[in-house]
């Protein structure tokens, strides 16, 4: 019914029918009052269908482009939406060791971006750290130095050591790994700078929110 005065006014389609019914009332007053009550009924449809179809937190988040999720969340920025903070979720394992049958736990955690992770592990006794991006990694002429920053401190350089099938970039030892760990305890982030063998340098960024109760009961499981 509304459709058939377009309205110059509209900016998408779910606005086609309220600016076809406030022009077609101005511009229309002999409209038959049946006619203004069907108008408005329908106009009051669509205008109850949008809202509905409007985006949330909730449907941004399950976005999988993250270009895309990105602007789905700008969008309700924009619009006023207050904008729930993520809780980083650690992946959290455990297993028995077959040689003491002591917990072997390990914790996981994704950059922001998804380029990198970050695994920290306590197996029979032994604290490691270690990164991964996926790639050929390597320790020889400097690629095994990663930049580092927590929060908004200033910049630090440690020379990691490769893992034996070339994929992460680790600190193997409790003497080495355990004074790092306690470095990012109780900070909110920590930007790394990692480069893999040939490659260019990997920028990224972790939340480090719940690192602390993540990582509690490797703590108590590796005596620190």
Not at 84 to 95: D, G
Not at 180 to 194: D, S
Not at 200 to 224: H, M, Q, Y
Request: net charge neutral.
């Amino acid at each position: 019914m509304c459709a058939k005065y377009p309205c110059k006014e509209c900016r998408d389609s779910t606005d086609l029918c309220v600016c076809t019914m406030k022009t077609y009332i101005l511009s229309k007053i002999s409209l038959n009052s049946c006619a203004i009550f069907v108008c408005i009924f329908l106009c009051f449809h669509f205008e109850i269908a949008s809202a509905e179809t409007r985006e949330t937190p909730e449907t941004c988040a399950k976005v999988t482009d993250s270009y895309a999720r990105k602007f789905c969340y700008e969008d309700l920025e924009k619009a006023g939406v207050k904008i729930p903070t993520p809780v980083p979720e650690w992946v959290i394992t455990t297993e028995k060791s077959k040689m003491d049958d002591s917990n072997t736990i390990n914790l996981n955690l994704k950059s922001i971006d998804s380029s990198t992770n970050i695994n920290i592990r306590c197996e029979e006794k032994v604290t490691t750290v270690y990164f991964t991006l996926g790639d050929f990694m390597s320790d020889i002429q400097g690629y095994g130095t990663i930049r580092y920053r927590v929060d908004k401190e200033k910049a630090q350089k440690k020379n990691f050591l490769v893992s034996t099938d070339n994929e992460a970039l680790g600190l193997w030892s409790s003497k080495s790994s355990i004074p790092f760990l306690k470095q990012i305890l109780g900070h909110k982030k920590l930007t790394t700078e990692i480069t893999a063998y040939n490659a260019s340098p990997t920028i990224s960024e972790f939340d480090l929110a719940g690192l602390e109760g993540a990582v509690g009961p490797l703590r108590k499981n590796c005596g620190w």
